[in-house]
């Protein structure tokens, strides 16, 4: 009997085991440029609502590999095998047999066979999801925020007379290389011919002299850090101590000054819609938190009778339902007495490989290129609609990626490798026009106040948490520090930021915005 249970239990190690191995072998092959952090955040913060497809493609992806790793582990702790395999070897006149399998050295010492199995899983794993490098910079520690952080309940920000509306299309995964060579892109054709020519005619803020866009620096590069460094101007970043996740208390980033609270104070209607659950990546909650922001997901769309469960596909529901929809919710905002800010975030985009609509053409040899194209021509649609409403006059639409594609291997393909990818960005119908907007250096934390500048709000000094106004020609942190050490800053602990800005503890914000304009004044008087 207990021969039988150490048998299970080498089993149950050696199959982790694999698992371990070839998952973290997998992870960094296909999201090379992902971090632990992400996953960390994920696990602890909501993954309800995952796509049950990406789930399939990763297990589709993995299993045989899984499968056939397991057997061979198991091949060297067999023993007491009936028919033994021998060689004979000759060596000086001698003849010498060798028993090749079963293998005497492991299967007689299984134990220290299979931990030595399972200490390479262990370092596999730990380098693979780049939990090395999450704890090495979790045991430093940043002033960067205390520095150069700039709550906007301090500065003056000034919204015109006549306020406008705001629509911003977060697109998932939209990035610059998608868009053709010849116009900036990295694709000997471009994927996204209407996205490219919407940037081509309006505002693009560009790291080049052509199209381009702004870098992900750590805590903005997946969907929920995408969404808060565009919004608030701060990455967001899961500390490993200091900090109680508390989600289910309602607040999130309660002390961090958002896009969300400054309209929400200036009388704006706020909504956002997105084709999932609203739950997966606390995005619910920080719109609730942060601006009261109606939530129009997956779950409401069910509750209001726009569809039904078996009417779920990919996220939740598609690209083509969202855009339909967001049509009705921008009239009915529209037509309240206050302005309103809008935001869709799409979905068919997302790894792996899109989800491809009925309706979309197959023009590519790809799926994932033929989702892109029908992404493209739904958003330049609704943009065309927009157009052609009463309200638009008054209403700026800022259309960007949420963050990089995440599906490294598929960029790659088509990508030189000195091309820089950047996230996606367009302003039509600014309230300002667009000065300084090529070969700039910047990251989607600079769209915050970019966003705002849009649509007529002046920002003293420009800045707002760690953002830049790109329409002004303040420099960046990036374009001052350089993407090495701003990135880095960024990993390290920082009190500030799990403290006050996860935390509540608002009077570290009050002292730090204190300690900051002095610096300021007398870094002028110097002058």
């Known amino acids: 009997m207990k021969k039988k249970i150490r048998t299970i239990i080498l089993l149950i190690i050696l199959l982790l085991s694999s698992v371990m191995i070839v998952g973290s072998i997998y992870y960094s092959r296909t999201y090379a440029d992902q971090d632990f952090d992400q996953i960390l955040y994920y696990i602890l913060n909501g993954i309800e609502g995952t796509s049950s497809n990406v789930v399939k493609e990763v297990i589709n992806h993995n299993i045989i590999a899984v499968v056939i790793l397991f057997l061979i582990m198991c091949i060297f702790a067999m023993k007491n095998i009936k028919n033994s395999i021998y060689i004979r070897i000759g060596f000086n006149g001698k003849k010498k047999t060798i028993q090749m399998f079963p293998i005497k050295i ?31 910079y979790n045991l430093q520690t940043t002033d960067l925020y205390e520095k150069y952080y700039v709550d906007g309940r301090n500065i003056n920000i000034t919204f015109p ?39 081509i005619e309006n505002i693009n803020f560009s790291n080049t002299s052509k199209l381009g866009g702004g870098k992900t620096v750590f805590g903005t590069a997946f969907t929920s850090g995408g969404l808060v460094a565009q919004t608030a101007g701060i ?6 101590s200091d900090y109680n996740v508390y989600l289910g208390s309602g607040k999130y980033l309660d002390n961090a000054y958002t896009l ?5 104070e200036q009388g704006y209607n706020l909504e956002i819609m997105m084709g999932s659950d609203g739950e997966f990546g606390g995005r619910t909650q920080y719109f609730s938190t942060n601006g009261n922001y109606k939530i129009y997901d997956l779950n409401y769309a069910i509750e209001q009778g ?69 992404t493209s021509k739904l958003v330049n649609e609704f943009v065309e609609w927009t157009a052609k409403q009463s309200f638009y006059k008054n209403t700026t639409i800022v259309i960007i990626g949420d963050h990089l594609g995440m599906q490294s291997e598929f960029y790659a393909s088509h990508i030189d490798k000195d091309y820089e990818r950047t996230v996606y960005n367009v302003i039509i119908n600014s309230a300002i026009e667009g000065t300084n907007t090529i070969n700039r250096d910047f990251t989607t934390i600079d769209m915050y106040p970019t966003i705002l500048a849009s649509i007529g709000v002046e920002i ?34 920082s ?33």
């Open 495 to 527: 009190t500030f930021y799990n403290k006050a800005l996860l935390g509540e503890d608002y009077y570290l914000i009050k002292e730090a915005d204190k300690k900051r304009m002095d610096n300021e004044i007398k870094n002028e008087l110097v002058k």
């Open 161 to 199: 007379e006549e306020k406008r509306n705001l629509i911003i299309i977060s697109v998932e995964s939209m990035e610059t290389s998608v868009c053709s060579k010849e116009n900036g892109g990295a694709w000997d054709y471009s994927i996204v011919p209407e996205l490219e020519q919407l940037a």
């Open 260 to 264: 969300g609270d400054i309209l929400e």
């Open 106 to 136: 492991t299967a007689n010492h299984r134990i220290v066979y299979a931990t030595i199995i399972f200490m390479i899983a262990l370092i596999t794993t730990v380098h693979g999801f780049k939990i090395d490098t999450f704890v090495k």
């Open 235 to 240: 990455p967001l970043i899961t500390p490993a």
């Open 460 to 493: 003293e000094d420009e800045r707002i948490g760690l953002g830049t106004n790109l329409f002004s020609a303040k420099q960046t942190l990036l374009e001052e520090f350089g993407y090495d050490y701003l990135d880095k800053e960024l990993r390290k602990k």
């Open 306 to 374: 726009k569809m039904t469960e078996k009417d779920k596909v990919w996220w939740g529901f598609e690209d083509d339902k969202l855009f339909e929809w967001a049509k009705e919710e921008a009239l009915s905002l529209a037509s309240k007495n206050e302005p309103f800010n809008l935001i869709i975030h799409t979905a068919d985009t997302h790894f792996v490989d899109g989800y491809l609509s009925e309706f979309a053409e197959s023009k590519y040899e790809t799926q994932y290129e033929n989702v892109y194209a029908y």
